[in-house]
């Protein structure tokens, strides 16, 4: 992203992010949209925005994060330039239990309009990857602040690798990771992709207001998963399980199968999957 002096004093935005800004004017998501060249993470940018009363919708976006965060701890990789890595403030009316569906309908919706922006077949690997043909092209990350039996906020962190190489990589990540470019063969326009996702997270997070976590939206996850009815490990900090993935239940969590035809069920707090 490059930023030019003009007029004197002031900086004009890269021509990209005035594009999304005009497709977004108007909309709930991204109608506002706060942006920095560096951040440290755009999570934790936007809970400052969520505790001084920003509205809902507001998306934080930046050009790199210094400490971009993965779950559990886990960093995220965010090199300048290339990818896009932004947080969506939301502010759902409803009790706190209700927010681990939130990161099932953004999967949902990031690899919808993935597939929309691109033509690549993505998918979604339990509970907040998405994958092109195995490999991480995208993340979610969702923090919810409670207040009392509410929610206060939830900010949805988005990360995605659009215009990255694979030979910029950090070595231990070019095994699992990659990029809308090295999977089209060609660079994407980062607009283009954010107003895919803007776009598709605003229809699936009104119809979850509207609906919950519905019978369409479970099969639309079902339907994009990458690890139904193929045989994973969930592993939390002190425990694992082997078995057959089922898909998502009722309410949102996670099937597994065990040898003995035991299920077990996950919701994501603190459990991985391996493949
Ligand atoms: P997990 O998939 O294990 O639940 P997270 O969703 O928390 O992990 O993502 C963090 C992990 O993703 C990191 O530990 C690293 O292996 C990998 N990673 C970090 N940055 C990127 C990136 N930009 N693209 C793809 N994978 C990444």
Request: aromatic share 8%; glycine share 10%.
């Amino acid at each position: 992203m490059s930023f030019k002096a003009s007029p004197p004093g002031r900086t004009r935005e890269a021509p990209w992010v005035e594009e999304l800004r005009s497709a977004r004017k108007d909309k709930l998501i991204g109608g506002e949209i706060f942006l920095y060249p560096q951040i440290d993470s755009t999570n934790q940018k936007s809970r400052e925005y969520g505790n001084r009363g920003a509205r809902e919708g507001v998306v934080v976006l930046a050009d790199s994060q210094s400490a971009g965060k993965g779950r559990l701890g886990r960093e995220w990789e965010s090199p300048g330039g290339v990818n896009l890595y932004f947080s969506v403030l939301l502010r759902p009316p409803l009790p706190p239990a209700a927010a681990a569906q939130v990161p099932l309908l953004a999967g949902v919706a990031v690899a919808t309009a993935v597939s929309r922006a691109t033509g690549l077949e993505a998918r979604i690997k339990w509970p907040n990857d998405v994958l092109i043909g195995g490999k991480k092209a995208a993340g979610i990350l969702a923090e919810m602040e409670a207040e009392g039996a509410g929610i206060r906020f939830i900010v949805v962190g988005i990360g995605v690798n659009v215009n990255w190489r694979q030979k910029e990589m950090p070595p231990p990540l070019r095994k699992t990771a990659t990029s809308l470019r090295e999977e089209g063969k060609k660079e994407f326009s980062r607009s283009l992709v954010a107003g895919e996702i803007f776009e598709e997270l605003e229809k699936e997070y009104i119809l979850f207001l509207q609906e919950g976590f519905s019978e369409r939206l479970r099969e639309k996850w079902n339907g994009l998963s990458w690890v139904n009815q193929k045989r994973v490990t969930a592993v939390a900090l002190d425990q694992k399980w082997e078995g057959r993935a089922l898909g998502l239940d009722r309410d949102g969590a996670l099937l597994l199968e065990d040898e003995q035809g035991k299920i077990h069920r996950f919701i994501a707090g603190d459990i991985s999957l391996r493949l």
